[in-house]
């Protein structure tokens, strides 16, 4: 199926297929995305230096890593598990028992506040 031109044929120039989504190129992506976050979790005690997308910090041993990531990954793809993990870090410290930031964030009473 295809659009109309203006002289009434169809096109077929979108009906391409989007080798990116395919079963082999999906593998070699998460393969590159466990890669990558496997070598943040062994790199952990390392300064992260590095700034990917939706503000991840990665220390600069896992460069590499990243850029396989990046390379074998939609852009998309590559933000949406940037977010997941950013996401199961921020739930993960919350419930770790020894971090001082863990549990609900507390708000001031009013009765703190006085006019």
Avoid: N
Avoid at 56 to 79: H, I, M
Avoid at 85 to 92: E, G, L, P, S
Wanted: include cysteine; charge should be positive.
């Amino acid at each position: 199926m295809g659009w109309l031109t203006k002289d009434g044929q169809v096109s077929r120039e979108d009906d391409k297929i989007h080798t990116d989504v395919l079963a082999e190129a999906r593998k070699a992506c998460y393969k590159a995305r466990d890669a990558f976050y496997a070598c943040m979790e062994k790199e952990v005690d390392k300064k992260p230096t590095e700034i990917a997308s939706v503000g991840l910090l990665y220390p600069s041993d896992c460069k590499g890593a990243r850029a396989e990531f990046v390379s074998q990954c939609r852009p998309t793809w590559v933000k949406h598990f940037d977010r997941q993990y950013c996401a199961k870090k921020r739930v993960q410290r919350l419930l770790d028992s020894d971090d001082p930031r863990r549990g609900p964030i507390t708000l001031p009473q009013p009765y703190t506040f006085k006019p």
